[in-house]
């Protein structure tokens, strides 16, 4: 039970509050997606939605406690996709490519192979002490990165647009490599991801639903989220709380992520997108054409 001891530092330990008071609570909003969906047309529908979305973050976490090291790596490799499509903003396919592996890499297997001494206490307090297949993946991933990254170089020399992407991927795998590794997360999950989730989310709502709804809503489910993960923390005693505290934070918040990139990255963007689509094209007639 002590093999796993962790001591965090006052920092880290208010990284940690950060993402869980910050970053955490921009999952909320996956009930307004849903609603914007069609989960908010009956009682039935949006009973159905939190049903499944509860279930699968279930299975997640039966799935960490049952292969906690390979569900540590997967959790890891969806992040990356997930953090990725948040941030690229390229138009053509390859610098899009290029931007989602390296912007959703750096600040998963980037922090990882920067700050491999401090991050592998943590993983092992994660993964029971398997957290081997998670450091070798990135020991693989980071060499392949620094080439990709010379290559975005390039394509940033060519096309001006991509430079203040790259200036900020630049700028972040600096300060990844300065920080400890929780700091350096929690500034990239809860300003730079958080708040371009945030902005385009509201972006695509904010025509569809009232503020007061969307927000009153994504209070109901951030404070459903922190009282069972305070439940949680206040009923397990193992003697290492601060192992205790990463855990729940991070098992939870791949138990969340899972259901949340499916919403988000799978089903909103198809279907505002097919939606768009649909719309009908309305030609203005004047007089003059009836004429």
Request: some cysteine; charged content about 10%; overall charge neutral.
């Amino acid at each position: 039970m002590m093999t796993n001891l962790i001591l965090l530092d006052t920092a880290s330990l208010i990284a940690l509050l950060f993402v869980v008071l910050i970053g955490l609570p921009h999952g909320a909003f996956d009930g307004a997606i849903a609603n914007h969906l069609g989960a908010g047309r009956s009682l039935a529908a949006g009973m159905k939605f939190i049903a499944i979305y509860c279930a699968v973050a279930l299975l997640v976490i039966a799935i960490w406690l049952i292969a906690p090291g390979l569900t540590l790596t997967l959790f890891l490799i969806i992040s990356m996709i997930h953090f990725g499509r948040g941030d690229a903003a390229a138009e053509s396919q390859p610098a899009l490519l290029i931007q989602i592996l390296l912007h959703g890499g750096l600040p998963i297997f980037g922090i990882i192979y920067l700050q491999q001494d401090s991050v592998t206490p943590l993983f092992n307090a994660l993964t029971d002490g398997s957290s081997d297949l998670a450091l070798s993946l990135a020991e693989i991933i980071a060499p392949l990165m620094t080439a990709m990254t010379a290559l975005y170089v390039l394509l940033a020399f060519r096309d001006p647009s991509l430079r203040p992407r790259l200036a900020e991927f630049i700028l972040l795998a600096i300060a990844f490599a300065a920080l400890p590794p929780l700091i350096g997360f929690a500034v990239y999950f809860c300003i730079i991801h958080t708040g371009r989730h945030m902005r385009r989310i509201w972006h695509m709502l904010s025509s569809s639903a009232s503020p007061r709804g969307v927000f009153s809503q994504a209070a109901g489910f951030t404070i459903a989220s922190w009282l069972v993960g305070a439940a949680v923390f206040f009923g397990i005693d193992s003697g290492n709380p601060e192992a205790e505290l990463l855990k729940i934070i991070f098992i939870g918040l791949a138990a969340l992520t899972v259901p949340h990139m499916i919403l988000v990255d799978g089903f909103f963007p198809r279907t505002t997108v097919s939606k768009i689509a649909r719309q009908p094209i309305r030609v203005k007639v004047t007089q003059q054409d009836d004429e």
